[in-house]
């Protein structure tokens, strides 16, 4: 479904502010930089895979550490709170202020009394809060929420907190950084001093201690714990952990995967209520379920409250980095904040940011807790689908079309007729034919103004399969082709040349002609419906065909078989039986060259040709192949010069750069053809059709004598046809 | 000599992060050092191994300002604090101090430079190894504040540039004194 006006709008808006979009760019470069030094000599997936066991246990144990933490607490003196919802968390607190007769409050930073809105709780009880974390203190000022979890303002330049200090402080500051951190430095010490109570968050609610750790940078948290004389802590019930140990393993994991340090500046470990010289101190500790309850009660999304609050899946999101957290949030910004908002807030607030998911999965791939992001994000928009639909273009689509594989196949060669008016042939490039115009101009600014489509092959490959003749003599393997819509559709090419490779290294390839689309497209829409359908009819034509194993050239159809089939029929013992044993042979074209042929030691390089490598998101973090296409491009001879965030997604992420956000994928699509300019390389490789519908589109408009092909193309360049009556395997390829 | 290894490990560490790691040979050494740099006011908690080397009488005698009155009475941005510290973890630079005396905490929050004292054998190799001691301190059930401190406060809220001083010390000296006390509860 296309987005909702208002929306839209602020797509809109986020879009024509590029200095954002650049800064947010420029700091998802450092960060990836900073990130791998800050792990070096650590096992990434091993701390995050023992981080995930000691959530998981949590969730499992909560209620007996809940219990456990209270009573140590207590022992050592705080007033614990357990409050169902915000609004009695804001009740506890105003209640007590009140009766502490306070006026000021010292904040340091809390996302869970952002997402309570407790400073505006305070603000109509009369009591003033003063947030002391540098970022929320300028968002406070400027009467805006946080756009990233642990650097609020990011959304802010110098000169904007130039002039709100310059009014709040009331004298006219240089927009200098020093300048303007001094300022705060002074400017809010005194809230420190004045403040009767100062209030914290908590990273960690440590049940065999009774204490709370802090992991901070700026110093304020401590100033906020030890100056006022109350000293409340307000925390989601997530932050519980077994032990200190617990906790020291997740500081090793939190700063690296935020800013890429080692470890803050400071980490602050308070129990209770700790002596002041008049011995007078209290500690209340806020504790707020607000929907927590239920998500750990979720099967499907529980795997959200792993969350240790990095932001990491911001940073590395092209679509945050496109419009900023303001659009691609609510309180809680980016791929975790999908789901958050979702509990938290309701799905109707969460139902745009869903759909703004492209599905690149880099989020997932930098999850420090190990949590599927992608995974939950699509089943909430499954979730939203059924709510409020999927709109009229997409239910046609899919429900229609799509589950009958005649009249979708017919439908397709009735179009490759019907675009004839519009196809060109591609500057440079006459064998390929694409649709530069189209004559409905009125959707032209998200269809072809930026790019070039692809026209619809005149002959499919399933069309063209009949008439290969495969020579092969006592075949090694013989192996099922699970073409997909790109290739059996657009771009044919990929497996003819498939086809060719194979045949060339004594493979023999089946096509079972009754395979349908994966289904992935109507299951990324939330239309599990036709998911089912369509996987059973594709485990069916696999399971007739009974070969030893099963390829793909499109890393989506890839996951879509290995993963998805299995899940969709996991209901049915004999469907599920067949979609496992099917799941288990299949695997990308590349994977099979490299992982079961060994092909690289066996092809000649006969080819001296620069090319450069685009990584899809499905292939290197849906499939983990990213070595294998490289090996064997590099076998063939094509000298690989890499570009920059190669594993970036373009832009494309199926019907959401026609349907859902084709403006977001045309900024994402630009950063891309930015990266392959800059190599000066003509060739780019890749291994997913959808990417060369929209690296080779964007490519057209911006420099057309620039070619995207499917790895298997130039493999099979480069391929010295095989001498008759030699075997496979002699390396004499 | 693992000894060895773990102190040029934390000096590489803390240096990253923006402290000053000064090896010294004795105390006195040390408190030569802080009476060279420290300026203002300067906050000496009287913690069990400050008052066992008197820290507070050799300080003043170097010619420090040292803060006689209530640290909450020293001005809201006070010169310095001079503390000595329960321990130290090599692998990320960090000081551990058991901060829960108001003096401790008032002496390394709110003034401009502090100056730690650290025996070299009191650094663990990492904060894996600091667990154990962690969790003695945190033993019983009295209230408790612990600090790890690892190099000066910093923020990069602003542009994402990274800026040193922003609620916290701007500078953290780290002064390495041999025979001090190797025992982790002892600050």
């Excluded at chain 1, 290969?468 to 790109?486: L, S």
């Excluded at chain 1, 977001?664 to 060369?692: H, L, N, W, Y």
Aim: proline letters at 4%; charged letters at 25%; glycine letters at 8%.
């Amino acid at each position: 479904m296309a987005a909702t006006a208002d929306f839209k709008k602020s797509v809109e808006d986020a879009l024509g502010k590029p200095k954002l979009s650049e800064a947010l760019h420029l700091f998802g470069d450092a960060y990836l930089i900073a990130r791998e030094n800050a792990f070096r000599g650590l096992d990434f997936d091993q701390l995050r895979t023992e981080l995930a066991a000691i959530k998981d246990d949590v969730r499992e144990r909560r209620k007996e550490l809940l219990a456990q933490f209270i009573a140590n607490a207590e022992a050592a003196g705080s007033k614990v709170f357990v409050a169902k919802d915000t609004r009695e968390a804001n009740e506890y607190v105003v209640h007590l202020a009140k009766q502490k007769n306070a006026g000021l409050i010292a904040k340091s930073k809390s996302m869970v009394s952002e997402e309570a809105h407790l400073n505006k709780a305070l603000e109509a009880a009369g009591i003033r809060a003063a947030e002391t974390d540098l970022g929320e203190w300028i968002v406070q000022l400027a009467g805006q929420r946080p756009s990233h979890l642990v650097m609020p303002a990011i959304h802010m330049f110098k000169e904007e907190v130039a002039e709100l200090f310059s009014k709040e402080i009331g004298e006219p500051l240089e927009a200098d950084i020093r300048t303007l951190v001094d300022a705060a430095r002074k400017q809010l010490r005194k809230d420190y001093f004045d403040a009767d109570i100062g209030l914290t968050g908590a990273n960690f609610l440590v049940a065999d201690t009774g204490g709370i750790g802090l992991v901070t940078n700026e110093g304020n948290a401590r100033l906020c714990a030890t100056l006022p004389k109350v000293h409340v802590v307000f925390a989601g019930i997530h932050k519980l952990v077994r032990s200190m140990e617990d906790a020291i393993k997740i500081t090793r994991l939190l700063p690296r995967n935020a800013t890429g340090q080692l470890l803050t500046s400071y980490v602050t470990w308070i129990r209770g209520a700790v002596p002041t010289p008049g011995n007078d101190k209290e500690q209340h500790i806020v504790l707020i379920d607000g929907g927590r309850e239920a998500l750990y009660e979720s099967p499907v999304c529980r795997d959200a409250l792993r969350c240790i609050q990095c932001g990491a899946c911001a940073n590395v999101c092209p679509v945050y980095q496109t419009v900023g957290g303001h659009v691609f949030g609510s309180i809680y910004i980016s791929a975790i904040g999908i789901i958050l908002t979702a509990f938290y807030e309701g799905l109707d607030r969460a139902k745009e940011i869903t759909r703004a998911c492209i599905g690149c999965r880099s989020c997932t791939a930098v999850c420090p807790a190990n949590i599927d992001l992608e995974e939950i994000i699509l089943h909430l928009r499954q979730q939203v689908t059924k709510e409020y639909g999927m709109g009229l273009v997409k239910n046609i689509t899919f429900k229609a079309v799509m589950r009958n594989r005649a009249l979708f196949h017919n439908m397709v060669k009735a179009a490759s007729k019907l675009q004839k008016p519009v196809t060109q042939q591609k500057e440079g490039q006459p064998a390929t034919r694409v649709i530069r115009h189209l004559p409905m101009h009125f959707m032209d600014k998200d269809l072809t103004q930026w790019r070039d489509l692809p026209a619809v092959a005149p002959r499919s490959f399933r069309d063209l399969f009949a008439g290969i003749d495969q020579k092969v003599d006592n075949p090694r393997y013989r192996v099922g082709f699970f073409v997909g819509c790109g290739a059996d559709f657009v771009y044919p090419e990929a497996g003819i040349s498939l086809v060719k490779v194979l045949n060339h290294l004594g493979v023999e390839v089946v096509f079972p002609n009754s395979q349908n689309c994966c289904g992935i497209p109507a299951l990324y829409a939330g239309d599990t419906e036709t998911g089912v359908e369509l996987a059973k009819q594709n485990v069916k034509a696999f399971y007739e065909a009974d070969v030893d194993y099963v390829l793909c050239v499109c890393p989506t159809c890839t996951m879509g078989v290995k993963r998805d089939f299995v899940e969709r029929l996991v209901d049915d013992p004999v469907w599920s039986q067949r979609a496992i044993s099917l799941s288990e042979k299949t695997m990308d074209a590349v994977a099979f060259l490299e992982n079961v042929l060994k092909a690289s030691d066996l092809l000649k390089a006969t080819s001296a040709a620069r090319i450069t490598y685009h990584d899809s998101c499905h292939l290197k973090r849906g499939n983990d192949v990213w070595k294998e296409p490289r090996a064997l491009l590099r076998a063939t001879g094509y000298q690989l010069e890499e570009m920059k965030n190669s594993d970036r997604c373009c832009g494309f992420g199926g019907t959401y750069s026609f349907l859902s956000h084709p403006q977001i994928s045309r900024q994402i699509a630009g950063d891309k053809v930015e990266s392959i300019k800059v190599t000066g390389v003509k060739t780019v490789a890749m291994d997913c059709p959808g990417c060369m519908i929209m690296v080779g589109g964007s490519m057209g408009k911006a420099d057309p004598t620039v070619r995207c092909a499917h790895t298997m193309e130039l493999l099979a360049e480069a391929i010295v046809e095989k001498p008759q009556g030699q075997t496979p395997g002699e390396k004499q390829f | 000599m693992a000894e060895k290894h773990l102190v040029h490990s934390f000096t590489e560490a803390a240096g990253r992060v923006g402290a000053a790691v000064v090896p010294c040979t004795t105390l006195q050494d040390a408190v030569a050092y802080v009476a060279r740099t420290a300026v203002g006011h300067t906050l000496i908690p009287q913690t069990a191994l400050a008052a066992e080397f008197q820290l507070r009488s050799l300080l003043g005698g170097a010619g420090v300002d040292v803060c006689s009155v209530s640290f909450r009475e020293a001005g809201q941005l006070p010169g310095a604090g001079v503390t000595f510290c329960n321990f130290a973890m090599a692998d990320t630079g960090t000081v551990v101090l058991d901060s829960t005396s108001e003096d401790v905490r008032l002496a390394t929050t709110i003034p401009e430079v502090h100056f730690v004292i650290l025996d070299p054998a009191k650094i663990l190799t990492d904060n894996l190894a600091a667990a154990a001691p962690m969790n003695t301190l945190y033993a019983g059930s009295e209230p408790r504040f612990v600090a790890y401190i690892t190099g000066p406060s910093r923020t990069a809220d602003i542009e994402r540039v990274l800026t040193i001083g922003c609620h916290g010390p701007r500078e953290l000296h780290i002064l390495l004194v041999p025979d001090v006390s190797d025992d982790l509860m002892e600050i």
